[in-house]
T-cell receptor, first 112, second 115 residues
């Protein structure tokens, strides 16, 4: 089955700096890669996603890149703000009726 | 759109008791997922349904856990008998998979404490 590895497990940055979280996947059939943000005590929520026919996608301060050959994808957050502090999960999905395999999460702390 | 609705939000019970968690997916979504989240094990997929049929229950910890989806608008996750190690936050999520891969929409979760 699919295996997703996520790094780093914790990340601390100064407000205004950039943050990068990286994930690798094992199943070459995976074609959909969502990223979820989970604030403390809340539910995971989608923040951005990318499909295998696209190499990069941006939404304001957030961007995701995908390298299908190397089987890795990354989340980039620019001009970080304290409200970006949360746990971020990457996921990979193939054709199993919507089953996503999640990474173990990255706890991002943005220091004011 | 009310989102995925889970009940109860919190449950505290003594070990050995039966626990039933409930989930109402978003109308029109045909895939439903049950997850368990703990600090030690992260976010674990327990079981998922597609068109009310269980597709993969390999994440269900043991026979004490069971899940049903009697119709497109309701699912339950039961633990009987419950044990302290079952204490966790249980999330239900749904997605519309009839248009290819789509993001999952999570409910607010049930925080379960087994004493």
């Amino acid at each position: 089955g699919e295996n997703v590895e996520q790094h780093p497990s914790t990340l601390s940055v100064q407000e205004g700096d950039s943050a990068v979280i990286k994930c690798t996947y094992s199943d070459s059939a995976s074609n959909y890669f969502p990223w979820y943000k989970q604030e403390l005590g809340k539910r995971p929520q989608l923040i951005i996603d990318i499909r295998s026919n696209v190499g990069e996608k941006k939404d304001q301060r957030i961007a995701v890149t995908l390298n299908k050959t190397a089987k890795h994808f990354s989340l980039h957050i620019t001009e970080t703000q304290p409200e970006d502090s949360a746990v971020y999960f990457c996921a990979a999905e193939g054709g199993n009726a919507g089953k996503s395999t999640f990474g173990d999460g990255t706890t991002l702390t943005v220091k004011p | 759109d009310a989102g995925v609705i889970q009940s109860p939000r919190h449950e505290v019970t003594e070990m050995g008791q039966e626990v039933t968690l409930r989930c109402k997916p978003i109308s029109g979504h045909n895939s439903l997922f049950w997850y368990r989240q703990t600090m030690m094990r992260g976010l674990e997929l327990l079981i998922y349904f597609n068109n009310n049929v269980p597709i993969d229950d390999s994440g269900m910890p043991e026979d004490r856990f069971s899940a049903k989806m009697p119709n497109a608008s309701f699912s339950t996750l039961k633990i009987q008998p419950s044990e302290p190690r079952d204490s966790a936050v249980y999330f239900c999520a749904s997605s519309p998979q009839d248009r290819g891969a789509q993001p999952q929409h999570f409910g607010d979760g049930t925080r379960l404490s087994i004493l």
